[in-house]
């Protein structure tokens, strides 16, 4: 705006006329003081200097809402915890849509004692590194909460693939920017190669080298730091990295004394850190891997025929459970395909599920057959060291010439699967069984069926029909012919979650166990 404007932004201030804008920030800034100002839809209109040190992430034009402590729906100081060290903010009403929010230390700084300030500052960065166990968000907090306290500037230097190196960086009244680089940026600070490569064991004190690039530690617009300390990060599990500090004053450069030995300590408990952080990323990958080794393949595609599944373990802090479901689709048009339920549910019956699983994937490579291939699973669970059983529905489908399609079902102990005429009409497929995996000489039936355009054939687990409402009454299978007879018509993709959602509504968020649909279709 110009200086005879009478508004700041849309904010009304006495004497307005008289300065600008830019005059007011510097204001603000020169003042070293925390404040936001925030208008009647919650945007934040000035952020001083201070406060966007505080809030790295908010800028003018950005919501308050979600920021720290921030609600939205304030009407009193708030409490926040900032660089490690807790903030009372106090709004001041400006007009009928403005805001000013002042941030003040809860707990005020002691001049009188230094040795006071550094522990508070290292037991609260301690807590706050603690709180996560993500590996960003960790390394994130390690740049933002050196600065101001310890240099201008933050960076964390570690080792990448393919020969690079990954940095992450803070700087005052700046972002949070990471990146990727060759390593040739270990040269742009003296001792920082030495740091990294683990040969050092102690603060060392840095230059930047002439003529050197230093986007990765200053930003490209920023002047070059006076002086840099690089510290090695070494910890159990990590065994290369380097904690880099750059000011243009006393803090960053040539760190010595008591703040030398803070430095070391904040570097050795953001090691730590970082350490957990990684350690609990490589077995969250893990466990990543693990549980979609174990997840059903995803459904063909094949002429004349329709494939639709649905899967729901019974503990959403995992996405494996005892139910399982595959489907093997030849090139010749046939298909063999399964479903069982593992006794129990969790982590060790979606092991079993997943022994069976690529059980039956190598032996249907010698036997299609559906009662054979029971027979010949039974031997194999029983040989295993488990001492669980399944129950199986084992189906082999072909087309015939005549464009219907024709099932032979193999059933080991497991409910009973349904047909869904195109007329609406439901047929229940008796195929009697024992169980899977308990007799070494059981009986397992057999059952023939041929499904003509429209007709769908349901093969579900029991975590369906034993589904409790909120009487403690099972859905049943009277429940599930129903919810299937009515969605005569539909397509299998369609039916299968119309179905899912009858079962939805029964449940109405109560605890359910294993629960899978695996639908055939003939088109």
């Known amino acids: 705006m110009s200086a005879t404007g009478t508004e700041l932004s849309g904010i009304p201030l006495s004497r307005q006329e008289t300065v600008g804008a830019a005059v007011w920030q510097a204001l603000l800034d020169a003042a070293d003081r925390a404040v936001v100002v925030q208008d009647g839809r919650g945007v934040a209109r000035v952020v001083s200097r201070r406060a966007a040190e505080l809030f790295p992430e908010l800028r003018p034009g950005g919501h308050l809402t979600g920021v720290a402590g921030f609600t939205g729906s304030e009407q009193g100081p708030v409490e926040t915890t900032c660089q490690g060290l807790p903030w009372t903010w106090s709004p001041t009403r400006l007009d009928a849509d403005h805001v000013a ?18 522990a508070r500052f290292l037991a609260n960065s301690s807590r706050l590194l603690g709180s996560s166990l993500r590996r960003e968000e960790t390394l994130r907090s390690i740049v933002q909460l050196a600065v101001p306290t310890l240099a201008d ?161 019974a503990q959403s802090s995992i996405r494996v459970g005892g139910d399982f479901y595959d489907v093997y689709q030849e090139s010749d048009g046939r298909a063999l395909f399964l479903l069982g339920d593992v006794c129990g549910n969790g982590v060790e019956a979606a092991t079993l599920a997943g022994r069976i699983r690529h059980t039956v994937e190598a032996l249907r490579l010698v036997e299609t057959e559906p009662t054979k291939l029971l027979h010949l699973l039974n031997r194999a669970i029983l040989t295993s060291a488990d001492n669980r059983f399944a129950t199986l529905v084992v189906g082999a489908m072909e087309r015939l010439d005549s464009g219907a399609v024709r099932i032979r079902l193999a059933s080991g102990g497991h409910p009973p699967p349904l047909v869904l005429r195109a007329s609406g009409a439901v047929e229940e497929i008796a195929v009697p ?85 695996l639908a055939l279709q003939a088109v």
């Open 101 to 118: 929010w002042h941030g003040d230390p809860t707990e005020p700084e002691q001049p009188w004692c230094e040795k006071c300030a550094q």
């Open 433 to 517: 069984g024992t169980l899977v995996g308990v007799l070494p000489d059981p009986h397992f039936g057999e059952a023939t069926v041929t499904l003509s355009a429209g007709d769908v054939c349901l093969l579900y687990s029991d975590g369906v029909t034993e589904a409790r409402g909120g009487d403690g009454e099972q859905f049943g299978g009277h429940r599930l012919t129903e919810a299937l007879g009515s969605g005569a018509g539909l397509l299998a993709d369609d039916l299968t979650r119309h179905v899912e959602q009858r079962l939805d509504t029964w449940l109405d968020g109560r605890d359910h166990d294993d629960v899978a649909l």
């Open 153 to 313: 500037c933050c960076a964390v230097v570690l080792p990448s693939r393919r020969g690079r190196v990954e940095w992450w960086r803070y700087t005052r009244g700046g972002d949070t920017e990471h990146g990727r680089v060759g390593q040739h940026m270990l040269r742009s600070v003296t001792e920082l190669a030495e740091a990294f490569s683990g040969s050092a064991t102690k603060p060392l004190s840095g230059r930047p080298v002439p003529g050197a690039r230093l986007e990765w530690l200053t930003g490209a617009d920023s002047a070059v730091p006076d002086a840099v300390t690089v510290v090695p990060l070494r910890h159990e599990g990590l065994d290369a990295g380097v904690l880099v500090l750059a000011g243009n004053d006393s803090r960053g450069s040539d760190a010595h004394g008591d703040q030398l030995d803070v430095v070391r300590d904040y570097a050795g408990r953001a090691a730590a850190a970082l350490s957990s952080a990684h350690s609990y990323s490589e077995q969250a990958r893990a466990t990543e891997v693990l549980e979609a080794s174990l997840l059903p393949a995803e459904l063909p595609e094949a002429p004349g025929v329709a494939w639709a599944a649905c899967y729901r373990p």
